[in-house]
Structure formats: C-alpha cells, structure tokens
C-alpha cells in the first residue's frame, strides 16, 4: 500500500467494489465516490461502477461531476434507462429543466412509466 493509498482503495477490484456498494450504502458517498474514482480508472468501459460513482456524486451534490459520468454511461450504454433518469434529475437540480426534460421521457420510454394521463402513445 503506497503513501497515498488508503485501506478504503487497497485490494482487489471486487473487493474494492464491495467497499463502494457498503460506503455508499451507509450513504458515505464521498468515501464511496472515492473508491468507485480509482474503479473507473481501470475499467471505464464498466458501467456498473461509472453509474455508482454518479449517484455518488449526485448525493453528495457535486452535480456537475455527476452529469459528467452520466454522459459517459449514455455513451456506453445509450438505453441504460436509469441513468436517462438520473441525469434527467441531475439536470434539473442544476435548473436546467429543459435540458432535463428529453432525458426524463427517454427514461419513461423506456421503462413504459408514463405520467398520469399519459397513455403511452
């Protein structure tokens, strides 16, 4: 373990993404968007721990950092529905409503959640 390293990022990479999941279940976010930072580093084409480490970010307030994973998730995987969501949300916690609003119906179409009189079609 190097002078940087803490025990949170020692170990292998599955060890370390049991760790994110407990931090950020404990809803120690910036701990676990510590973690998740130096799991994306070695793999960014894995979604699962890009896709945490934003809603890390998203908890903890940093906003812009979160939008900036969701992009990259949509990149990958432009039908992960929730990320359209999240990023939906992020945007909207920006007070960008309209930049908000195609990502949020994205995610309702593709989960068929639609609003309140909405049939659907």
Do not use: C, N
């Not at 599955?14 to 120690?28: L, P, S």
Request: charge should be negative; hydrophobic fraction near 40%; charged fraction near 25%.
């Amino acid at each position: 373990m190097s002078e940087t390293e803490t025990y949170y990022e020692f170990g292998t990479a599955a060890d370390r993404w049991d760790r994110a999941q407990m931090f950020f279940e404990a809803k120690e976010y910036l701990t676990a968007a510590r973690i998740l930072g130096g799991l994306v580093g070695e793999a960014p084409e894995q979604v699962a721990p890009r896709l945490l480490l934003a809603r890390s970010y998203y908890h903890s307030a940093r906003l812009v950092k979160a939008e900036q994973e969701l992009r990259v998730v949509l990149e990958l995987d432009p039908v992960e529905s929730y990320a359209h969501l999240m990023l939906g949300r992020t945007l909207e916690r920006q007070g960008r409503g309209a930049d908000a609003a195609p990502h949020l119906r994205i995610a309702a179409a593709l989960t068929g959640d639609f609003g309140p009189g909405d049939t659907g079609s």
